[in-house]
């Protein structure tokens, strides 16, 4: 007859408390992931948005100022009367802006809500603004004789997310792991 040995199932016990943690913890953790994907994709997008750049031109032109009369009184009251020249001057003259202001659209990308449906979590990345399609898409121009190619802010991030995602989500995972099985 073969002998089984010693077992201690206080180590079964402290195992089966580990797995337990585990489960307690795991909705949670997958929430922080879910979150750092999104963080990570939103700050992807919101650098290949592209940003408005509204020039403002300095304009140079030669101001012929004519002959004129000048008078005026000093602070001790001595009247002084002169005649200036005529001259012409390089003047440079930046006007103000023209109120348009750019990074609408990159301001405008914000995170969703998380939504648990069965084994998935999703989390949207939005951008209400009403150009945002056209921009990431692409668009006719405005006399419909050529095309503006999109940007595909969002869509090339997605790709890269997906490319770095395992990676990620298995370090995070064994982190997880080791925290909670004391390794």
Not at 54 to 67: D, R
Not at 136 to 158: D, P, Q
Request: glycine share 8%.
């Amino acid at each position: 007859m073969a002998k089984w040995g010693n077992f201690d199932f206080e180590d079964v016990k402290k195992l089966q408390k580990q797995i337990e943690q585990i489960e307690k913890g795991r909705d949670e953790f997958c929430q922080q992931c879910a979150k750092e994907l999104a963080a990570r994709l939103l700050r992807m997008v919101k650098q290949r948005t592209p940003v408005g750049v509204y020039n403002v031109k300095t304009v140079e032109f030669i101001a012929h100022l004519p002959q004129r009369r000048v008078e005026f009184d000093t602070k001790s009251g001595k009247h002084v009367s002169f005649t200036a020249k005529a001259t012409a001057k390089k003047v440079k003259f930046t006007p103000k802006s023209s109120g348009k202001t750019g990074g609408t659209l990159r301001r405008g990308w914000t995170i969703g809500e998380i939504r648990h449906n069965g084994d998935l979590y999703e989390i949207e990345i939005i951008n209400p603004v009403l150009y945002a399609q056209y921009v990431e898409y692409g668009h006719r121009t405005a006399n419909h004789k050529g095309w503006v190619k999109g940007k595909f802010m969002l869509t090339i991030s997605e790709q890269k997310i997906q490319e770095i995602a395992p990676a990620l989500l298995e370090k995070k995972l064994n982190e997880y792991l080791r925290g909670c099985l004391d390794v």
